[in-house]
Structure formats: C-alpha cells, structure tokens
C-alpha cells in the first residue's frame, strides 16, 4: 500500500465518463494480487481480459448505471459507479483505485463526487470486514454500518464476513 504523507494536501480529481481507452488502464489495475485480495469480492479470473472486457461492455451499455473514470493528475486513477443491486432497497456504490494511487485521499474524493452526482437514497455499499481502509472511506462519505453478512470472495477462494453500509442522506 503506498504510503500517506499525513497533512498532505490531496490532489484535486476529476470524474468524467468512461471511454474505451480507460479500459485497457482499468484491467491492469485489477490486476494487482493486493488489490484483488483487499477488495475481495472480484472475478473469478481477473487475467480473463475477454470476460473483463464484456464484463465492462455490459455495464456501460446498462442505462440504470453510472459509471465514471477517476482523474488524478491527468492520469487515469481507477473508477467509481453506482448500480442497481436486487437485494439492496436502492442502488450500491463502487470504486476501483489503482494501487499507486491509494493513501492520497482519491477514493474519498471521487465517491463524495458521485454521490452528489447521484441523488437516490438510501444508496448501499459493501465491503470485505476486513478492508479497514475502504470501509473509512466509506464512513467519511456519510456511510454507517447497517447490517453483515457472508459471501464467497472470488479473490480469497472463501466464504468472508462482509458489512453492509448505507447513506440516507
């Protein structure tokens, strides 16, 4: 995990739509053992350039879903979106950062970033129980713990504990 400079001053990003070109970026990001291991619930195979690709396809051709490149210094960071989940009471939000860029407030950023873009409450989150750094990000946005669960993370071959979050406001 990189390295945060505290009282550092965060750089400032941008969210913009997602172009083919991010796509390339974004599965070479996913790529990464610890990141993979971190986020958990992942594909089953994330070197599967092909099912990546149409995994992407699908999703942005999804007109319920937003999807959004994150821009960090003109570089491409990773992404954050908003879906609709069947079990969830309302849509769930996701990020992706690319490993060099964690530490440095970006997550938090982009995900206040989308919320303001998406307006529908409650609006969910999951997260392995044992991402401490993705689950603060989530409580600095406005998340609060409302419940848990179980689920089989692709990354870890295992059932894990997972937390459910929710932002009504």
């Known amino acids: 995990m990189s390295k945060h400079v505290p009282n550092s001053i965060p750089k400032p990003i941008l969210l ?64 954050v979106a908003s879906y609709r989940d069947e079990e969830m009471d309302g849509p769930e939000v996701t990020y992706w950062l690319g490993k060099s860029y964690w530490g440095q407030g970006i997550a938090t950023q982009a995900l206040t970033a989308l919320l303001d873009m998406v307006q529908v409450r409650p609006i969910f989150a999951r997260v392995a129980k044992d991402n401490l750094a993705s689950r603060r990000v989530l409580e600095k946005c406005g998340f609060t713990v409302c419940g848990e669960g179980r689920g089989y993370a692709n990354a870890r071959g295992t059932e894990i504990e997972e937390l459910i979050l929710r932002q009504d406001a």
């Open 16 to 79: 913009r739509d997602v172009i083919a070109d991010d796509l390339p970026i974004f599965y070479e990001q996913q790529l990464d053992p610890e990141a993979n291991y971190m986020a958990a619930f992942t594909a089953k195979d994330p070197t599967d350039r092909e099912a990546f690709m149409h995994h992407w396809q699908k999703i942005l051709n999804d007109e319920s879903t937003t999807n959004k490149t994150i821009i960090s210094g003109e570089q491409v960071a990773g992404s």
